[in-house]
């Protein structure tokens, strides 16, 4: 007959101390994800609010200047500034980034070359955030 022996308490207690090990291991990393999630969830809401300081269109002989200023751009992927003729559906008349070294508060302008349908143009900027969410200015005739 074969006999067995039963090996002393410590090989459990090795088992239960591994699975323990394993088991906070486990706690610390899904701890960790979401310390970092929310973080992040901080960060981008914090940066998407990107202000509109003013918004101005300006008739000149032969375009039209668009001009506007931002604060807290931070988060800001490009501006798109879109044209209307019957102030209902808005095409893309431009795509403008960012200036790279980003301050407080920034200015932008472009110029719009003037054409005989376009008298009644309106105008409207859109930020685009690096989040994919978009904002925009109220329509300027």
């Known amino acids: 007959m074969k006999s067995f022996t039963v090996q002393p308490e410590t090989d459990s207690n090795q088992g239960i101390f591994i699975y323990r090990l394993v088991l906070a291991l486990i706690m610390m990393v899904c701890l960790s994800y979401a310390t970092f999630a929310q973080q992040s969830a901080n960060y981008t809401s914090a940066t998407t609010g990107v202000e509109f300081k003013s918004f101005d269109i300006e008739q000149q002989t032969n375009a039209v200047l668009v001009k506007w200023s931002v604060e807290n751009e931070a988060d800001v992927s490009h501006y798109i500034i879109e044209k209307s ?3 209902k559906e808005y095409q893309v008349a431009a795509y403008m980034f960012p200036y790279e070294m980003q301050s407080k508060a920034n200015s932008y302008q472009y110029s ?4 005989d349908t376009d008298s009644r143009a309106s105008y409207r900027i ?3 955030h690096k989040n994919g969410t978009t904002s925009s200015t109220t329509p300027k005739f």
């Open 112 to 115: 719009d070359k003037k054409k």
């Open 126 to 128: 859109v930020s685009v």
């Open 85 to 87: 003729t019957d102030g």
